[in-house]
């Protein structure tokens, strides 16, 4: 049983460089998120697809873009990477409100 | 806006002791859930407990207990006989639709 998958695992990229993280998740839940990690803040909302067809910002959407491809994917594309978006990046899902949030292993992305 | 607040940045305490770990929320809904997740080392996130804020017995999960206080506002963890598996950080999380508002985190260390 795989649960949430994320890919890839470490990154580094050059300032204004693009690259698009993949998540995707074999429980059939409705609900997806991606999170940054940063020391001291404990995750902070990027964007969340509460069902298939929909995406809304959370609190620190600006640099990024989500799409949500089908039930299990769901991806976070930066555009122009800065410095400031170095972080832990996680993607989670759910069945809805109130159930268990399940993890991706999480990425590790360094903008230099 | 609501709110989740940990305020202890970090515990340490001698394996075999009881810990508890602080959370305050501030929400204007009258019933939610509220979650402790834990991320030992390996950056895994891990659900502890939950705790349905329409229902007066605190949740427990074998050596995790919650002290939870509805009218303060406080969502505490207690860990009995701590073990050095309990090394982690630690998450109070606030589930307002479909978000979950998270606290800064407790780093919690159990020493042998």
């Known amino acids: 049983n795989a649960g949430v998958t994320q890919t890839p695992k470490f990154q580094v990229l050059k300032t204004g460089q693009s690259m698009t993280l993949q998540c995707a998740q074999d429980?059939?839940?409705?609900?997806m998120y991606w999170y940054r990690q940063d020391p001291g803040m404990g995750l902070r909302l990027i964007y969340y697809s509460a069902s298939e067809g929909t995406t809304d910002k959370g609190e620190v959407p600006n640099g990024y873009n989500v799409s949500r491809l089908n039930k299990r994917e769901f991806s976070l594309r930066l555009e122009s990477a800065a410095p400031s978006q170095t972080s832990v990046y996680f993607c989670?899902?759910?069945?809805?409100?109130?159930?268990?949030?399940?993890f991706g292993q999480g990425t590790r992305l360094t903008v230099v | 806006a609501q709110t989740v607040t940990q305020s202890q940045p970090e515990m340490s305490v001698q394996e075999a002791e009881t810990v508890t770990l602080s959370c305050t929320y501030d929400?204007?809904?009258?019933?939610?859930?509220l979650f402790w997740y834990k991320q030992p080392p390996s950056r895994q996130m891990i659900l502890v407990i939950r705790?349905?804020?329409?229902k007066q017995q605190n949740a427990t999960e074998n050596r995790f207990s919650v002290n939870f206080q509805k009218a303060a506002k406080s969502f505490s963890l207690k860990i009995s006989d701590s073990q050095l598996g309990d090394t982690a950080m630690y998450f109070c999380?606030?589930?307002?639709?479909?978000?979950?508002?998270w606290g800064a985190g407790t780093k919690l260390i159990i020493k042998p």
């Open positions: 705790q349905e804020a329409y």
């Open positions: 929400t204007s809904e009258n019933n939610y859930y």
């Open positions: 989670a899902s759910r069945s809805g409100y109130n159930t268990e949030a399940f």
């Open positions: 429980m059939n839940h409705n609900s």
């Open positions: 999380a606030l589930d307002s639709n479909y978000q979950l508002i």
